[in-house]
């Protein structure tokens, strides 16, 4: 496994467009959702730790939020930046989880889209702390696809465990299960709550392609199982496809919780 690959910090340098073109995200629901639960109004100040390529900071943007993005990626950031370009209430930052560079008690909403199971919990959660107004949330959101239910789930199920790089290590279903007791710990052992509402995306092969290779575990052109992939996930998206297109379900999956 090389340097990159075991570095959580870099492992998506180098599919950065695909990532931003073809990752799903998140439904509006979340933020009906959350002005319930935890009272979410547009004067909160969000931090987007773990923000990425700007996906999950757009919808507390367009909710009319400031969003603070936290992301270590230098690529990733510059594509944030890129993608959310005309909104002025969207400031980039250099940081990470453990160390995010924003003020003490600056920050109304801790929001780790994708992100939560690369943190060091102890040294996340102290830092969150620390940036926490009085009364502050935590929100932890996953888009979790699902794998079964449908023929073409189960197959791009099996396409991945046959030909990805470290995918059983690393897939965020797996992160989830075993980050429960890790998610515990972040918010200090308080109550936390989890919700979840249903997401999808639906793809041509152009955009199956760029899905796929959009995940940090599937081999790029320079890898033996490159071409073998691919011609798999032709054959699929011909066995599967409807109208031209293949359907991914999701579970956006919303955990949620103060502090203790």
């Not at 950065?16 to 073109?21: C, I, R």
């Not at 002025?88 to 003020?103: I, K, Q, R, W």
């Not at 009085?134 to 789930?153: H, S, Y």
Request: aromatic share 12%; hydrophobic share 40%.
């Amino acid at each position: 496994m090389t340097t990159q690959e075991l570095n959580p910090t870099g492992r998506f340098s180098d599919r950065v467009a695909y990532y931003v073109k073809y990752r799903p995200g998140y439904p509006a629901a979340v933020l009906d959702l959350l002005a319930a639960e935890i009272q979410l109004n547009p004067s909160d100040l969000i931090a987007d730790i773990g923000s990425g390529t700007g996906i999950s900071a757009k919808l507390f943007l367009e909710h009319g939020n400031t969003v603070y993005g936290v992301e270590p990626n230098r690529e990733m950031r510059a594509a944030a930046e890129e993608f959310l370009r005309d909104y002025p209430n969207f400031y980039s930052v250099d940081g990470t989880a453990e160390a995010t560079t924003l003020p003490a008690q600056s920050i109304d909403v801790i929001v780790a889209a994708q992100a939560f199971h690369w943190f060091n919990v102890e040294t996340a959660r102290a830092e969150a702390k620390r940036i926490h107004k009085a009364g502050g949330w935590c929100v932890l959101l996953w888009n979790d696809r699902r794998t079964e239910g449908t023929l073409f789930l189960r197959a791009f199920e099996e396409l991945l465990l046959r030909y990805s790089t470290d995918y059983t290590q690393v897939t965020h279903r797996n992160a989830k299960d075993v980050d429960q007791q890790a998610i515990s710990r972040f918010f200090g052992h308080a109550a936390w709550r989890l919700q979840q509402l249903p997401n999808q995306q639906s793809f041509d092969y152009e955009g199956l392609c760029g899905r796929l290779l959009s995940s940090s575990y599937a081999p790029l052109a320079d890898h033996p199982n490159y071409e073998p992939m691919m011609r798999r996930l032709q054959e699929i998206f011909a066995e599967h496809q409807q109208n031209g297109q293949v359907r991914f379900e999701y579970e956006t999956q919303i955990f949620y919780g103060q502090l203790a």
